[in-house]
């Protein structure tokens, strides 16, 4: 299962050509419940999100293609924007408690306190920034939901933050996949786009390490 995960990430590009292949105008359908889901579900943070706009951005470029660039746009703009609003509904009513297992494998608490820190420190427009930042964008709504945000002020940010990144990677696949080595070495640049997502979550863990370093045991 791992290895086919991994397949699929690396070669978003050849998956996403086959299941074109196959289902059609179902296509859609498959994107918005994997942009809704790891938008929209605590448990399911994993699911590919940047590479995945940017991937489904180059195939709506690629000459003959039938995958509508707009259409996707407002699919997939609408599966974050009620992702994120269903998400911040399970926060609201749901709140800590099913964080209750600190050993759980997909509600995991250090991810929930991750967002926390996140949305102390950057408040509402947390819900835009999360956007770009893997596992963060799947609990920061989550966090406002426990906090009580104001949901006219959310939804504002929600709505701005869905666009913002849905544009952002799908424009980003469709004007960028033209280049010769994005062509050639897709997976390189998969790669890179999910390096580069996650550069903000290394970047505080190591400030957060410098800040409480760990003690050094007596000898």
Request: with cysteine.
């Amino acid at each position: 299962m791992i290895a086919a995960a991994l397949d699929v990430f690396l070669h978003l590009d050849a998956h996403l050509n086959a299941w074109a292949a196959t289902l059609g105008p179902w296509l859609y359908a498959v994107l918005f419940a994997v942009v809704f889901c790891e938008t929209g579900l605590v448990a399911t943070p994993y699911l590919p999100g940047d590479s995945l706009l940017f991937a489904v951005g180059a195939l709506a470029a690629r000459e003959g293609s039938a995958i509508s660039l707009p259409l996707l746009c407002v699919v997939l703009g609408a599966a974050a924007i009620l992702g994120d609003s269903a998400n911040y509904a399970a926060g609201f009513w749901a709140g800590p408690r099913v964080f209750s297992r600190e050993d759980s494998r997909w509600l995991n608490r250090r991810h929930l306190l991750g967002a926390q820190e996140f949305y102390d420190k950057y408040g509402g427009k947390t819900i835009v920034l999360a956007r770009f930042i893997p596992v963060i964008r799947t609990f920061a709504p989550f966090v406002a939901g426990i906090g009580r945000m104001n949901y006219s002020r959310f939804i504002v940010f929600n709505v701005a933050g869905g666009a913002a990144w849905t544009l952002a990677f799908l424009l980003g696949g469709y004007y960028f996949s033209g280049l010769p080595f994005v062509r050639e070495k897709f997976h390189y640049v998969v790669l890179a786009i999910i390096a580069i997502s996650f550069l903000p979550i290394l970047l505080e863990f190591w400030k957060a390490r410098r800040k409480n370093p760990k003690p050094i045991p007596p000898r």
